[in-house]
């Protein structure tokens, strides 16, 4: 198998300290006093909580003593020792609750802003990126640097921070009550165990991220496939498609058995070096026992800051495994944010304002990589005009409308509104004042009262049946069981073609903007239905400036102005009467379509 980075979303992953930087913008927000008063409340339970920690084992080992006195024991004083240390041991776990409740919010509040950055972020990006990744690999991304976000915070703060302030208290503690032996030891075993897990993590960060990739392609796969259900149906390829998924899947296997392995290496050196320091702890505190220098309750108290010790330490291993892996994950998606747009807004843009609607494109010129797509085309749109754009397949048809909403920008060559350079206006606004129709009609996995409304939230059920009704689906919407509440499955799926671009038209029109775009609107459409959405869209253009790219030239013989384009350059223009005279493209193309009608 090809080497799994070809399969990364995005290759470019932040480094740990800038991650950090970014992640902090987030656990603190810009005027938020909230957050910081959370984060201080919650070391200071964190500090309680290392208190009550490094004193319970000395209650311990007191009531060991005062057992180990039998007949002479003093039962009221045990019973205050015993009393003292269930009441330690539980305020150990209230405060460490306290610490998680206090901490909750911050560290869910930084995912979700980090998580809606990211989001937005993407929305924000041009369609040359997303045309070059895969939304699987994508939202895998953001999904693990989310939940990322939230271990590391929970398990930094909570974890890591906890052990090393008990470790430097408990090394102050047994130093001063048992010398500087027992200290030295302690301290020593637990630099070592850091040391150790530090380095050997490292080398299973490679491991790992292969994994991840590897992981990242089987999601793409499998979300690709299921989204072409259809199409799989149609060649008959499940076969073809199940391989693609084992392949993958096969990939990531291999990866995480080496993972697996390695972990092993890490637990075993990890246990070998706990257990070395055990062993010499526990033989200097028998030594100290048999030359009376420790009672049977010091050495109970010794060990009990070992396990209290080394029991989370054991743990640390798989806290710092989980911490590198989710600064690898968050910087993978602040890397995302970092990702800058090919189209961006001046400094200085101003909102579009559209009062009649003339559009004009002059020596626009446009390539995509090496292939020259347009070259010097110039055309008026005059407004309350109907324009038709025709032409062979690749002529560039479709190009004009990405290049009017601002998705490119021409290499030379202006576009202009109302004698406005749509480079000098927001993005925003001129996208508001422009309505589309595209040829790929892809709905949302909602109602189709979600769908027709999504050009202008908040319409009433009023305009929505009057777009409906304007492209021809109230009818069709009427006989559903549950009307316009009905759920149109993933990309529209549930619905015929025919529907969708109903559907997708009644959008449209429900937004009324100045200027319509119309991309191959009625592809799907029987004769009948075209007609009448026709005659709406006549209506509509008496007022509003169209612009429509058509293959069926049936549907616009009423048009104002025909451009015929051929190999990115206007052939010919005119209206249809016009251009079937000249004998000419247009005449060769309607003269092909008649024959295949009769």
């Known amino acids: 198998m090809k080497n799994a980075e070809a ?14 930087k970014e992640l902090l913008r987030f656990v603190i927000p810009k005027g938020n006093k909230e957050m910081p008063f959370r984060i201080f409340l919650a070391f200071v339970f964190l500090f309680l909580a290392t208190i009550v920690t490094v004193y319970t084992p000395f209650l311990y080992g007191k009531a060991v003593d005062l057992v180990s006195e039998g007949k002479q024991v003093n039962l009221n004083l045990l019973w205050f020792v015993i009393g003292s240390y269930a009441l330690a041991r539980l305020g150990q776990v209230f405060f460490d609750e306290a610490k998680e409740f206090v901490f909750a919010r911050v560290a869910q509040k930084a995912v979700r802003g980090a998580a809606l950055k990211a989001f937005q972020h993407l929305h924000s990006l041009s369609l040359s990126f997303h045309l070059n990744r895969q939304t699987g690999g994508l939202t895998r991304a953001i999904d693990r640097g989310s939940k990322g976000i939230e271990f590391l915070l929970r398990f930094a703060a909570f974890e890591i921070v906890p052990v090393l302030v008990e470790l430097i208290a408990v090394g102050i503690v047994l130093w001063a009550t048992f010398g500087l032996a027992y200290a030295t030891v302690t301290v020593t075993t637990v ?7 530090v380095k050997v993590t490292e080398w299973r960060i490679g491991i790992r991220r292969k994994m991840n990739l590897a992981d990242e392609n089987a999601s793409t796969k499998a979300i690709d496939s299921l989204l072409n259900f259809e199409t799989v149906k149609y060649f008959n390829s499940e076969k073809i498609e199940a391989e693609r998924f084992d392949n993958a899947m096969k990939f990531y296997e291999d990866s995480a058995v080496k993972a697996r392995a390695s972990l092993s290496v890490v637990n075993i050196g990890q246990g070998a070096i706990i257990a070395i320091g055990l062993f010499l702890i526990m033989g200097m505190a028998g030594e100290d026992i048999s030359s009376e220098k420790m009672s049977i309750g010091d050495f109970v108290v010794v060990n009990t800051f070992l396990l ?4 989370p330490l054991n743990f640390l291993g798989f806290v710092y495994r989980e911490i590198r892996q989710s600064l690898l994950d968050i910087g993978r998606m602040f890397a995302l944010v970092d990702e800058m747009p090919d189209i961006v807004d001046k400094e200085n843009a101003y909102d579009l304002d559209v009062h ?17 797509i347009l070259k010097n085309l110039s055309f008026v749109v005059n407004p309350g005009h109907k324009v038709a754009i025709v032409g062979p397949t690749g002529a560039g048809k479709s190009t004009i ?19 406005q350079n749509i480079k000098d206006v927001t993005q925003s606004s001129l996208r508001s004042n422009i309505g589309v129709v595209p040829q790929d009609t892809v709905l949302f996995n909602d109602t189709i009262k979600y769908n027709i409304s999504y050009s202008k939230p908040g319409a009433s059920i009023e305009e929505i049946n009057k777009a409906a009704k304007l492209s021809s689906i109230d009818r069709f919407i009427a006989n559903l069981e549950i009307g316009y509440d009905t759920i149109v499955g993933e990309r ?6 025919g529907e969708k671009q109903r559907v997708a038209i009644a959008r449209a029109l429900l937004k009324n903007p100045k200027i319509f775009i119309f991309d191959e609107a009625t592809s799907a459409l029987d004769s009948k239905t075209e007609k009448s959405i026709e005659k709406s869209l006549k209506k509509l253009s008496n007022k509003n400036t169209t612009l429509v790219i058509a293959h069926r030239l049936s549907t616009i013989i009423d048009a104002d102005k025909i451009i015929v384009l051929e190999n990115g350059s206007i052939a010919e223009q005119g209206s249809h009467k016009e ?7 247009y005449a060769e193309m309607w003269l092909r379509q008649q024959e295949k009608l009769n």
Do not use: A, H, M
């Open 401 to 419: 409308s990405k290049l009017l909403f601002r998705f490119y920008d021409p290499s030379s060559g202006i576009i202009s509104i109302d004698s």
């Open 7 to 20: 399969f990364s979303s995005n290759s470019k992953i932040l480094t740990p300290l800038k991650t950090l």
């Open 579 to 585: 251009l079937i005279k000249k004998n000419g493209l």
């Open 308 to 311: 209290q010790l080394y029991l």
């Open 356 to 372: 009649s609607g003339k559009i004009e494109f002059k020596n626009i010129k446009f390539s995509f990589g090496n292939r020259v």
């Open 191 to 197: 630099i070592v165990y850091i040391i150790y897990t």
């Open 492 to 497: 529209g799926l549930k619905l015929s073609g």
